[in-house]
């Protein structure tokens, strides 16, 4: 018999996901993500100004925020051609790593930790076994015996009030959670802390952006000046600052977040260590660069396509061949004029919406037709996997020694063949290693920064081509990039000095995007594919695997009826 459950929302994630999927014998035998939200940011930014474009892209999300504003400068430069001066570019770098180590850690923490860890199972932990087995992993100085004790009384107290707080609604005591009592008490706990860390590293944004979320962003360059003995420009103490918050940073990835992210899976490896694989294309644009955004070369973060879980072959990524990506809406509400089962690279891309769904509340959506807001992109037609695996799996195929330094280690430490990173497990804990590497990359940058400025160049800002008087009358770009979630393109075209059409390709829409007109499932949905639900009415194990992806929708929905009446707006940030 085959059964019809549904998810809707799916929480812990940005915006809103709906999940479907059919279940025959206690597992999953087919899957369908609805986005069921519109943005709608491609038809705003019609006739501005592209040296204005990234500050509406980055309110497309208020946690995704600095990446796209860093894609947009990007696209804006290369239509344009205008190159950034090093020490932008190495700002730009910094506050992208600081992003990333804020964003995974959050994601691993508050979004994804509670599908391994069960909050109510910590009220049974020894405090003092939890605090020798925390020693064990690391030296974080709060991992002691009265630490955990304190807490566990804290946590205590609101099970005993009925009200559990941040806890509430949780699947607890779901057969499918594995930990012992110690290793959910270390969970929790560190759940709490990094709720506390989170807000210091993003002050690296308002340090150099101004403010945080939404920091500000300049096409060629940064908008901030560096002069060290001037209190209104980047000073000697606000790049102390700055180192201070890195090394903070570095020190809570590496004695809190990997510890915690390679205990908690070594009690799942056996069995998730190979569920949730999905796709087994994996595609990653690259960043961070070292040597200048046109050298793809010496990016910390290299680019390339793998196909078939081929780790022998790299692929190149070309974002402005028309034959290499485009986007399709054969399950999409959105219509082109060339018909639905047409692929459309960006630069022509077109955002005309057309809702033909079902009014809700309804009870299940209709596969077989449109069913979703998000575009369904493709590699040279194939379905690829972008994000952290992604990222991870191109750096190690690419022979960089950072990466199999890295994998190598976590894959001995665990016991595991290198195929168990196809998994859900295995994309966590892809998470977790690339914020190991971005936190040392983000220290290399720094040091890097404040040698140039010794040496005397303090350039942030190319202003050769900021006169539109400059521009040709027609002009495209793309600007490339990785979000924590994966591979951000934006791409855009000029005409007479204004925006004539603009496109954003997010991570989000590459992994949970419907089906394409051949039938080919997206990454999300792929995912799913032969995973076991223990409990129907608690699918604790759908939960694991889409959180694995840390799902990005868009910040706010906006509803309109059948005629396009204007009825409600819920906003979220």
């Given at each position: 018999?085959?059964?019809?459950?549904?998810?809707?929302?799916?929480?812990?994630?940005?915006g809103?996901?709906?999940?479907?999927?059919?279940?025959?014998?206690?597992?999953?035998?087919?899957?369908?993500?609805?986005?069921?939200?519109?943005?709608?940011?491609?038809?705003?930014l019609?006739?501005?100004?592209?040296?204005?474009?990234?500050?509406?892209?980055?309110?497309?999300?208020?946690?995704?925020?600095?990446?796209?504003?860093?894609?947009?400068?990007?696209?804006?430069?290369?239509?344009?051609?205008?190159?950034?001066?090093?020490?932008?570019?190495?700002?730009?770098?910094?506050?992208?790593?600081?992003?990333?180590?804020?964003d995974?850690?959050?994601?691993?923490?508050?979004?994804?930790?509670?599908?391994?860890?069960?909050?109510?199972?910590?009220l049974?932990?020894?405090?003092?076994?939890?605090?020798?087995l925390?020693?064990?992993?690391?030296?974080?100085?709060?991992?002691s015996?009265?630490?955990?004790?304190?807490?566990?009384?804290?946590?205590?107290?609101?099970?005993?009030?009925?009200?559990l707080?941040?806890?509430?609604?949780?699947?607890?005591?779901?057969?499918?959670?594995?930990?012992?009592p110690?290793?959910?008490?270390?969970?929790?706990?560190?759940?709490?802390?990094?709720?506390?860390?989170?807000?210091?590293?993003?002050?690296?944004h308002?340090?150099?952006?101004?403010?945080?979320?939404?920091?500000?962003?300049?096409?060629?360059?940064?908008?901030?000046?560096?002069?060290?003995?001037e209190?209104?420009?980047?000073?000697?103490?606000?790049?102390a600052?700055?180192?201070?918050?890195?090394?903070?940073?570095?020190?809570?990835?590496?004695?809190?977040?990997?510890?915690?992210?390679?205990?908690?899976?070594?009690?799942?490896k056996?069995?998730?260590?190979?569920?949730?694989?999905?796709?087994?294309?994996?595609?990653?644009?690259?960043?961070?660069?070292?040597?200048?955004y046109?050298?793809?070369?010496q990016?910390?973060?290299?680019?390339?396509v793998?196909?078939?879980?081929?780790?022998?072959?790299?692929?190149?990524i070309?974002?402005?061949?028309?034959?290499?990506?485009?986007?399709?809406?054969?399950?999409?509400?959105?219509?082109?004029?060339d018909?639905?089962?047409?692929?459309?690279?960006?630069?022509?891309g077109?955002?005309?919406?057309?809702y033909?769904?079902?009014?809700?509340?309804?009870?299940?959506?209709n596969?077989?037709?449109?069913?979703?807001?998000?575009?369904?992109?493709?590699?040279?037609?194939?379905?690829?996997?972008?994000?952290?695996?992604?990222?991870?799996?191109?750096?190690?195929a690419?022979?960089?020694?950072?990466?199999?330094?890295?994998?190598?280690?976590?894959?001995?430490?665990?016991?595991?063949?290198?195929?168990?990173?196809?998994?859900?497990?295995?994309?966590?804990?892809?998470?977790?290693?690339?914020?190991?590497?971005?936190?040392?990359?983000?220290?290399?940058?720094?040091?890097?920064?404040?040698?140039?400025?010794k040496?005397?160049?303090?350039?942030?800002?190319?202003?050769?081509?900021?006169?539109?008087?400059?521009?040709?009358?027609?002009?495209?770009?793309?600007?490339?990039?990785?979000?924590?979630?994966?591979?951000?393109?934006?791409?855009?075209?000029i005409?007479?000095?204004?925006?004539?059409?603009?496109?954003?390709?997010?991570?989000?829409?590459?992994?949970?995007?419907p089906?394409?007109?051949?039938?080919?499932?997206?990454?999300?949905?792929?995912?799913?594919?032969?995973?076991?639900i223990?409990?129907?009415?608690?699918?604790?194990?759908?939960?694991?695997?889409?959180?694995?992806?840390d799902?990005?929708?868009?910040?706010a929905?906006?509803?309109?009826?059948?005629?396009?009446?204007?009825?409600?707006?819920?906003?979220?940030?």
């Open positions: 018999m085959t059964a019809r459950i549904v998810v809707d929302p799916i929480t812990r994630i940005e809103h996901l709906r999940i479907e999927v059919e279940i025959q014998d206690g597992k999953i035998v087919d899957a369908y993500n609805s986005g069921t939200m519109v943005r709608g940011i491609e038809k705003i019609k006739g501005r100004d592209p040296r204005d474009a990234w500050a509406f892209t980055e309110r497309v999300c208020g946690v995704c925020t600095t990446v796209h504003a860093l894609a947009s400068v990007r696209t804006v430069e290369d239509a344009l051609d205008i190159v950034v001066p090093p020490n932008a570019e190495m700002i730009r770098n910094l506050m992208f790593a600081a992003q990333y180590m804020q995974h850690v959050v994601h691993f923490y508050h979004l994804h930790a509670f599908d391994w860890v069960d909050v109510i199972s910590a049974k932990a020894d405090p003092a076994a939890a605090a020798g925390a020693q064990s992993f690391s030296n974080w100085p709060r991992n015996p009265g630490y955990f004790s304190d807490l566990q009384k804290r946590i205590t107290k609101f099970v005993e009030s009925g009200q707080g941040i806890f509430q609604n949780g699947y607890w005591g779901h057969k499918a959670y594995k930990l012992p110690e290793v959910n008490l270390i969970g929790v706990a560190h759940y709490l802390e990094a709720l506390e860390w989170q807000k210091e590293i993003v002050k690296v308002a340090i150099f952006g101004g403010k945080n979320p939404h920091p500000n962003y300049l096409v060629g360059g940064v908008p901030c000046a560096i002069n060290l003995d209190a209104n420009a980047l000073n000697a103490e606000r790049f600052m700055v180192q201070k918050l890195l090394e903070d940073a570095k020190t809570f990835v590496e004695q809190v977040y990997i510890p915690d992210l390679l205990a908690i899976a070594s009690f799942y056996n069995d998730w260590g190979a569920i949730g694989g999905g796709l087994t294309n994996y595609l990653a644009y690259g960043d961070l660069p070292v040597n200048g046109q050298d793809v070369s990016f910390k973060f290299p680019r390339g793998i196909l078939n879980r081929n780790l022998n072959e790299v692929m190149e070309d974002g402005t061949d028309p034959e290499q990506i485009q986007e399709y809406i054969a399950h999409s509400w959105y219509e082109y004029t018909g639905d089962t047409t692929g459309e690279h960006p630069w022509n077109k955002t005309n919406l057309k033909t769904g079902p009014e809700p509340p309804y009870d299940q959506l596969v077989a037709g449109k069913y979703s807001w998000i575009k369904t992109p493709r590699w040279k037609g194939h379905p690829m996997e972008v994000g952290p695996l992604a990222r991870v799996l191109v750096g190690y690419s022979g960089r020694d950072e990466f199999k330094e890295v994998v190598d280690a976590a894959l001995k430490h665990l016991d595991v063949p290198v195929i168990a990173l196809f998994s859900t497990l295995g994309r966590t804990a892809a998470r977790g290693l690339e914020t190991k590497l971005v936190a040392g990359w983000a220290m290399e940058i720094f040091n890097q920064l404040i040698s140039n400025i040496n005397g160049d303090t350039r942030t800002f190319n202003n050769s081509k900021w006169d539109p008087k400059t521009w040709p009358d027609e002009a495209k770009g793309v600007g490339l990039s990785e979000a924590p979630r994966g591979a951000l393109a934006h791409w855009i075209v005409k007479d000095k204004v925006i004539d059409n603009y496109q954003l390709v997010v991570p989000s829409t590459w992994n949970a995007s089906r394409d007109p051949y039938g080919q499932m997206s990454a999300c949905e792929s995912s799913l594919i032969g995973t076991p223990a409990d129907p009415e608690k699918p604790l194990e759908i939960l694991r695997t889409i959180h694995s992806f799902p990005c929708i868009a910040c929905v906006h509803m309109y009826d059948e005629k396009g009446t204007y009825v409600h707006q819920l906003q979220t940030f």
